[in-house]
Nanobody
């Protein structure tokens, strides 16, 4: 069993930065891949970024490539999403998720555990 808790959301101005954290519990977490997804009001949940279990493989949605960076601190069981150059269209609830396969996946159905989400609002 893996539990995920996101933090770090809030209000930012366009062009600003935020860093989201996803703290995990569960002894097997080190073997899980982690993804970040987001859901804007009235829209479906979309893929943002993912990192394989050993950090050797990473992928990003085209909309965030070059602006967002996913990383993990294995010792702390924490995964981060550094968001730079924020845009109003980045406004959404951001979720972290973990998949036991340990490989990068971009679909929501590929993930076994989800956090509760953290709100990110970017003003223009």
């Amino acid at each position: 069993q893996v539990q995920l808790v996101e933090s770090g959301g809030g209000l930012a101005q366009a062009g600003g930065s935020l860093r989201l954290s996803c703290a995990a519990s569960g002894r097997s977490f080190s073997r899980y891949a982690v993804g970040w997804f987001r859901q804007a009001s009235g829209k479906g949940r979309e893929f943002v970024a993912a990192n394989s279990w050993n950090g050797g493989s990473t992928t990003y949605a085209d909309s965030v490539k070059g602006r967002f960076t996913i990383s993990r601190d294995a010792a702390e069981y924490t995964v981060y999403l550094q968001m730079n150059g924020l845009k109003p269209e980045d406004t959404a609830v951001y979720y972290c998720a973990a998949n036991r396969l340990g490989i990068v996946e971009v679909t929501t159905t590929s993930y076994d555990y989800w956090g509760q989400g953290t709100q990110v609002t970017v003003s223009s």
